[in-house]
C-alpha cells in the first residue's frame, strides 16, 4: 500500500468546495508580536461547515476562514520550530452575551483555540449576507466584511477583510 501524500489546502479547498474560482478576498489579517508572532496572511478560502465537531446544520459556526500551512509551500518553514505562529482558521460564532455580535476563535500553527472576544478586541466586527446558490445543485453563498483589532497571543492582531462567494 501507498503512503498518501499530504495535500495542500488550497487543492482540499477546490475539492471540497470552496474552489479559488469561487471564493474571493481582499485585505489581510496582521499580527505585531515577538518573531513567532510577527506575520501577515490573506485567508485563502472560508467555509460554513462546522469545526465543532457537529453535523452540518447543528454548528453554531457562522463563517471560518482559512490560510494554508507555509511549511507545506515553504521548505524553510517546514520545522514547526521556525515557523512564524501563522493563522491557519478563524471561526467566528455569535456572542451568547449579545446576539448581534460575535466572538472568535484563531487557530495558529502553534496555538488552537485564541480566544477573540470583548474582553481582549477593541473592535471585533463580522457582516455577512447570504446570496442565492451559484449553480443550481449548488449551497448559498457568503459575502461580507471583518474588522478586527485584538490583543491575544501576545500579539496586536488587526484585519480588514472583505469576502464573496463562500460557500458551505
Known amino acids: 500500500m501507498k503512503p498518501v501524500a499530504a495535500v ?3 487543492v482540499l479547498l477546490a ?5 479559488s474560482e469561487f471564493f474571493s478576498e481582499s485585505g489581510t489579517m496582521a499580527s505585531v ?4 508572532n510577527t506575520w501577515q496572511w490573506h485567508p485563502q478560502g472560508c467555509t460554513r461547515d462546522p469545526f465543532e465537531g457537529l453535523p452540518i446544520g447543528k454548528s453554531k ?8 500551512n507555509p511549511g507545506l509551500r515553504d521548505s524553510s518553514l517546514a520545522n514547526p520550530g521556525s515557523a512564524p505562529d501563522a493563522p491557519l482558521r478563524l471561526e467566528f460564532l455569535p456572542d451568547p ?4 455580535q460575535v466572538i472568535a476563535s484563531l487557530h495558529t500553527i502553534d496555538r488552537a483555540g485564541i480566544p477573540l472576544n470583548k474582553a481582549v478586541c477593541s ?3 463580522l457582516r455577512t449576507r447570504e446570496h442565492p446558490a451559484l449553480h443550481p445543485a449548488g449551497r448559498p453563498t457568503l459575502s461580507g466584511e471583518l474588522h ?17 462567494r463562500c460557500e458551505y
Open 148 to 164: 478586527l483589532d485584538c490583543r491575544a497571543n501576545d500579539s496586536h492582531l488587526t484585519a480588514h477583510i472583505e469576502f464573496s
Open 33 to 36: 508580536g515577538n518573531y513567532r
Open 15 to 19: 475539492i471540497t468546495g470552496c474552489r
Open 123 to 125: 473592535t471585533l466586527r
Open 8 to 10: 495542500p489546502l488550497a
Open 61 to 68: 459556526s457562522i463563517l471560518t476562514l482559512l490560510w494554508e
Open 97 to 100: 452575551g449579545a446576539p448581534d
